[in-house]
């Protein structure tokens, strides 16, 4: 093991459902998660990308193959790689304040005082100081994000894992989040899985992209971004960017064009789609 190799996934392959019924939806997949870097994860829609961060936060355990987390078999959930999920998971009952202490405060692994002054400055660095005291229904869905990654950071996770943790916001407040979230990672360098569909999303934010192959997943393509830091939105219209975007494209079309294939009711949209491109 290199020391600069947090995770490692080996031949990973995981199915669902009984005989017949049984379906592929990782095959022999392997990847490396770089310390302190940025890992995104693109793949077409219903790939097998949830999946994958199930097996990386150890919700779901590989068939075969094998996942480690600095050397260690991964063999169920744990504070040390933490998921932020698409949908919020925050306590509606709870304020920010509330939400942000409430994991370390059931395990109780951290003493009162300490958590308190963790959680006040973890607040602050996700831009949240005048909302401690608010609920989340009082929050903007940016809002709501940020204190969902504020939850996350206070546990200091070896890796922070994120599914699409974005998806969903307008187009503004998505925008607001990337630089935010950009931000915040080239401040403090933190080793990131971070799973996005959005190609654009993928190539600001990380050091290294991988490309999924349609269902089952495994890894189409591994594509380095050397775009300086830091780094700004602006620089997507560079012709590095550019290049990135368009052969990450190519891939994922051919793929999720697959997904069409060998449907019936889809042969027509395919040709249809074909005729055009
Ligand atoms: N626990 C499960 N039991 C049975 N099938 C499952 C389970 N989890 C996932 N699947 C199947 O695995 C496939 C991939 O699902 P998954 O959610 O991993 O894809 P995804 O790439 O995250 O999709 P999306 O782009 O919609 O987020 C789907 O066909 C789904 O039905
Ligand atoms: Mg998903």
């Known amino acids: 093991m290199n020391q600069s190799d947090v995770m490692i996934l080996e031949n990973v392959s995981k199915s669902f459902g009984e005989d017949w019924a049984r379906e592929s939806v990782v095959e022999n997949l392997s990847l490396t998660v770089k310390r302190d870097q940025l890992t995104a994860i693109v793949g077409p829609s219903g790939c097998g990308k949830s999946t994958i961060v199930n097996l990386l936060a150890g919700f779901e355990l590989p068939d075969e193959g094998r996942i480690t987390l600095e050397g260690k078999p991964v063999s169920g959930p744990s504070k040390d790689s933490l998921v932020v999920f698409q949908e919020t998971a925050l306590m509606p009952w709870l304020t920010t304040y509330q ?18 002054s963790a959680a006040e400055s973890i607040i602050d660095t996700v831009g949240l100081r005048e909302f401690r005291d608010k609920y989340p229904l009082q929050l903007s ?7 969902e990654l504020a939850r996350a950071l206070i546990n200091q996770p070896l890796v922070m894992i994120m599914d699409e943790p974005f998806r969903g916001l307008d187009a503004m407040t998505r925008q607001l989040m990337q630089e935010f979230y950009l931000r915040l990672c080239e401040q403090e360098a933190r080793t990131n ?11 600001i934010l990380a050091d290294s992209i991988v490309v999924l192959s349609n269902k089952p997943a495994s890894v189409r393509e591994m594509l380095q971004i050397d775009l300086p830091r830091p ?11 550019y290049e990135y975007k368009r052969h990450a494209m190519e891939i994922l079309h051919e793929e999720a064009m697959k997904s069409f294939k060998g449907t019936d009711t889809n042969s027509d949209f395919l040709e249809a789609y074909s005729r055009r491109a």
């Open 99 to 116: 939400n942000v202490v409430f994991g370390p405060q059931l395990r109780g692994d951290m003493p009162k005082n300490e958590l308190k």
């Open 193 to 203: 899985v971070f799973v996005t569909s959005e190609l654009e999303e993928a190539i």
């Open 141 to 147: 869905g940016g809002m709501q994000r940020r204190a």
């Open 231 to 241: 780094r700004n939105l602006d620089m997507l219209n560079s012709t590095e960017a």
